[in-house]
């Protein structure tokens, strides 16, 4: 039987494949591009050239994802390789030259030696959907994020006293900026007349609102350079926050109907701290396969969420953070971990155990975490919700 190593250094339009064999004589490069054509020519050429294909490929997803589809839809073994490793690894290579070709010939020796890559699996819809869902809800909030720095900014830049006492992350200041942005303004209507135009747009606790906004205008009397442009540019981006924030929570209502489809919903939301938007989160950056990790030590360090060990002769025992990891399924996990200190009675005795122990919060979170991964594997692995006590096995 003749084996075979094809390497793909993926592209948006095009992409270079090179096909080597055991010894690592290339026998086939090409450079394709990136429609199904040309890909199903270049796959049966490959296939043509011995009786079982290994592929590498350095994208998991963007513009690799047809070829992925093409290669897994004809039952092919593809490993993933990420740029990092590549660029690592090329370094171990004749010559300095950096080219499409050397990178696809790289990627198809190291698929060649090496037996610990990631395979990639054909996903089931419904993470797929929540995929893009979430990758969306993540753009929208960063969006979010900016705008309201943003808004800040210009409000401070007119009205400090007003920027103070404002929480814009809930919908009653965002609705206030939308009417009233500078300090005369605010003193002509007064406090009774703000509270009332407050409530006829549905703000609570309307009252104490209209009062600090119209107490901070009291105490400014001047009125700065720009006010009249800055105030029309607040009311601008205090629209687009309420827009966002009507944009994520119709998302979320999405992810939450979409992850109510998946068999593992149960399971993973059952977990201390793991709610609809992380469950999705952590269900989209792991498949909810938990094979694919076969161990909790796998899924922890794809997750950021173990420490590796620092050795150099004499010196042992010495363990730093990783650098290679998912950082949204560690932003999974840490944050998790937080909500589980707050709900959760054996969370939070083990934190504190922990800080006991002289440990700082983030190493303490951390090692909640770490610990975490475990049970939410067994869970996944079990097909068991979670229990505070674990159920106890019935002997033979």
Not at 351 to 374: C, D, I, M, S
Request: aromatic share 6%; with cysteine; glycine share 8%.
């Amino acid at each position: 039987m003749t084996a075979i190593w094809a390497g793909i250094d993926a592209g948006r339009t095009h992409h270079h494949c090179i096909a080597i064999d055991e010894s690592g004589r290339r026998l086939l490069s090409r450079r394709v591009a990136n429609d199904e054509p040309e890909l199903l020519e270049l796959l049966a050429d490959v296939l043509a050239l011995g009786d079982e294909v290994t592929w590498g490929i350095d994208l998991a997803d963007g513009g690799a994802a047809l070829a992925i589809a093409i290669l897994l839809n004809h039952d092919q073994p593809v490993h993933y390789i990420s740029g990092r490793a590549i660029h690592r690894a090329s370094e171990g290579y004749r010559g300095e030259a950096k080219t499409d070709a050397k990178d696809a010939a790289v990627i198809a020796d190291q698929v060649r030696v090496r037996h610990d890559l990631h395979s990639l699996r054909t996903s089931d819809e419904t993470v797929t959907d929540l995929k893009i869902l979430t990758n969306r809800r993540l753009d929208l909030v960063a969006d979010r994020t900016r705008t309201v720095n943003r808004l800040r900014a210009q409000l401070t830049g007119i009205f400090p006293g007003l920027e103070r006492v404002l929480d814009l992350a809930n919908t009653g200041p965002l609705i206030l900026l939308t009417g009233y942005q500078t300090p005369a303004a605010l003193r002509r209507i007064g406090a009774k007349r703000l509270e009332l135009w407050l409530r006829n747009r549905k703000v609570t606790r309307a009252d104490r609102l209209a009062a600090a906004a119209v107490e901070a205008a009291e105490r400014q009397h001047t009125s700065l350079p720009g006010e009249k442009l800055t105030a029309q540019m607040v009311h601008t981006l205090a629209t687009e926050v309420m827009d966002l924030n009507r944009q994520v929570a119709e998302l979320d209502k999405l992810i939450e109907a979409r992850f109510r489809d998946h068999h593992t919903f149960d399971v993973i939301t059952s977990m201390p701290g793991l709610g609809i938007v992380l469950g999705a989160e952590f269900l989209a950056a792991t498949g909810g396969d938990m094979t694919a990790f076969r161990t909790p030590d796998r899924l922890a360090g794809f997750g950021g969420v173990a420490p590796v060990p620092r050795d150099s002769g004499k010196i042992s025992g010495n363990l730093r953070r990783p650098q290679q990891y998912n950082r949204r399924l560690q932003r999974v996990f840490y944050t998790s971990a937080l909500f589980s200190i707050r709900y959760c009675e054996d969370s939070r005795r083990f934190y504190e155990r922990k800080r006991a122990e002289g440990k700082r919060h983030t190493q303490a979170v951390l090692a909640l975490a770490r610990r975490r991964v475990n049970v939410l594997w067994a869970l996944l692995r079990d097909g068991r919700c979670y229990q505070p006590t674990p159920p106890i096995a019935l002997a033979a």
